[in-house]
């Protein structure tokens, strides 16, 4: 689809504020929240993870009904009615790109946002192509070129500069018109409910991620490891994440995934045994070495039989099927005019080529079923085949 033959002409656009709002206490906050209940919340944040585990935050930028307002953290964290809002499923809340306000959400408020709408999947399903920059969308529907100067800056010094404040509110002042251009698209398209269940179903899976007995699904270079190896690798995951979430540090800079990998593969008893292992640090070593020696211990000495294990990149014949059957889900792709990369991502394709049995996944349920149903035949043959 051509967006620009479709800009958003009809939608009003609030215009930038002369001066910029802030809230300063939490029961001007709870005010504020209460001036329009129900209403879709156009919501956005700022943070700093430079050398951090836990993002922190720098700013909450809100807008409702027209109106636009930027919020420090220490006044939004004790907002009763911010928090109310964030988890009412009532009450939408317009974001883009939202995997990192949602994990900020998580982790600083200790809440899982519902009713959540991320209008980068919105425009998506509009035809506008998947994975679109916020400001090429704002320019492409709105004719205004946003100013991304501020985009890196210190987000937590105070006082914020014109430019940052300016950004910031900039952020949040389009997406209530982009909400109601999308919606406008999908309700005639037959998709009116699709945005919002596929927000919520993005949602839960960013959540779900973050279990640490998962999380060493995701080192896919450990696909070689045996069930026993990969047993201690997840011991090794868990372990990390934790003491990441304990000392507050980013993942590598506690223990590097291919080291996990290489400790696992190795099963050192010693530390004399573990200092051999190539690449791992020596301070490592003397920090941790008594704590991965009994780790290696307990995930090798423990029944991996119903492990689930990595999934291994596709065989030669696999990747041939893998052909056949993304031919089919890009046609369905095509006449929807909705991204592939939406409608079937890699990763879940690829489970449906190593588990060839519908009832097991997601693809004929909700909106995916209405886009799927012209080669749903087609689909269901190949995979009996």
Not at 117 to 139: N, P, T
Not at 163 to 173: G, L, N, V
Not at 229 to 241: A, F, S, T, Y
Not at 326 to 335: D, N, P, Y
Request: glycine share 6%; hydrophobic share 40%; charged share 25%.
């Amino acid at each position: 689809m051509d967006i620009s033959a479709q800009a958003a002409t009809a939608v009003d656009v609030p215009p930038a504020p002369d001066s910029i709002q802030w809230v300063r206490d939490p029961e001007a906050l709870n005010h504020w929240l209460d001036r329009a209940p129900g209403k879709p919340l156009a919501l956005d944040t700022e943070f700093e993870r430079v050398s951090t585990f836990y993002p922190i935050p720098g700013l909450v930028q809100l807008g409702l009904d027209g109106e636009f307002c930027l919020v420090d953290p220490s006044v939004a964290e004790q907002s009763r009615r911010f928090r109310e809002v964030l988890v009412d499923s009532d009450t939408p809340k317009l974001l883009y790109a939202m995997s990192e306000d949602l994990e900020l959400f998580r982790q600083w408020l200790g809440l899982r946002p519902a009713g959540v709408i991320d209008l980068q999947i919105g425009a998506a399903m509009a035809g506008a192509g998947f994975s679109l920059g916020y400001a090429r969308l704002v320019e492409t529907l709105f004719g205004e070129v946003l100013d991304k100067s501020a985009t890196r800056s210190d987000w937590l010094a105070r006082p914020l500069s014109d430019a940052q404040q300016r950004y910031a509110i900039d952020d949040i002042r389009f997406l209530e018109p982009m909400h109601q251009w999308v919606s406008e698209l999908l309700n005639a398209r037959g998709l009116a409910s699709a945005l919002v269940e596929e927000s919520a179903r993005f949602a839960n899976e960013l959540a779900g991620q973050e279990n640490p007995d998962n999380h060493y699904l995701r080192l896919r270079g450990g696909w070689t490891l045996s069930a026993q190896q990969q047993g201690v690798l997840k011991e090794l995951v868990r372990w990390r994440e934790l003491e990441c979430q304990r000392l507050d540090r980013p993942r590598n800079r506690v223990m590097a995934d291919a080291l996990l990998i290489a400790i696992a593969e190795n099963l050192p008893g010693s530390q004399k045994e573990l200092s051999n292992i190539q690449g791992v640090p020596s301070g490592a070593v003397r920090r941790f070495g008594d704590t991965l020696i009994e780790l290696v211990g307990r995930g090798s000495t423990a029944d991996n039989s119903d492990l689930e294990r990595i999934a291994p990149p596709l065989s030669r014949e696999q990747q041939a099927f893998y052909k056949q059957l993304k031919r089919l889900f890009m046609k369905a792709s095509q006449e929807a005019d909705i991204p592939i990369e939406l409608l079937a991502p890699r990763k879940r394709l690829e489970k449906v080529v190593q588990v060839p049995d519908l009832a097991q996944h997601e693809f004929f349920q909700g909106w995916r079923a209405q886009i799927l149903a012209p080669v749903r035949a087609d689909i269901e043959e190949l995979l009996t085949s």
